[in-house]
Structure formats: C-alpha cells, structure tokens
C-alpha cells in the first residue's frame, strides 16, 4: 500500500513533488470524501513550496468541477491544516 505509490508513482521522474501535491490535493479534493488523507496531502503542499494562498486557490478550482460541497470540505480541511501548522510554529515545533 505504501511502497506502489509513493516508491513507483512519486519517485518517478517526469514531474515534480511540486506538482504531484497539486495533482493529489486537487483529486482529493474532488473526491469530497478523503479528508483525511486531503489534510496529509494539504501540509505536504506546504512542505514542497506551495502557498496557503495556492492551496486555497486548487481547492476552489474544484467547486467548478466537483461541486461546491466537494470544495466546501476542501476549505473546511485546509484551514485545520494551516491552524494546526500555525500552532506548530507559535510553539517553535519544526514544521
């Protein structure tokens, strides 16, 4: 379960850790259903260079596509994302 996606999907090379977290998060997204796996995939974002403002603009990309509820979760996972990451920084944890 683990080793398929992230040691053969991820580790291949034609696209850049960057890119596949928009890819992810925008899939999870759409799916409305994965929150916890979204919010995995929301601070890995921020951990390969994607900002609070990018990461909010890929999920309400997908209220056009997957709905407005779909993207409503999206926010809803993204912002505990960020309180969570916000707390980490104020208590000088490593991000």
């Known amino acids: 379960m683990i080793e398929f996606p992230f040691g053969d999907i991820y ?3 034609d696209l ?5 977290e928009i890819a992810t998060i925008a899939a999870l ?3 409305g259903n994965a929150a916890p796996q979204l919010k995995v995939h929301i601070e890995a974002g921020l951990n390969v260079g994607l900002s609070r403002d990018e990461i909010v603009e890929i999920i309400m990309q997908m209220a056009v596509y997957a709905g407005f509820p779909a993207a409503v979760n999206g926010l809803f996972a993204a912002k505990e994302v960020f309180s969570a990451h916000d707390g ?3 208590s000088g944890e490593a991000t």
Not at 16 to 20: A, E, I, K, T
């Open 88 to 90: 980490r920084q104020g």
């Open 11 to 13: 580790s291949r090379p």
């Open 16 to 20: 850049g850790l960057r890119d596949r």
């Open 29 to 31: 997204t759409a799916l």
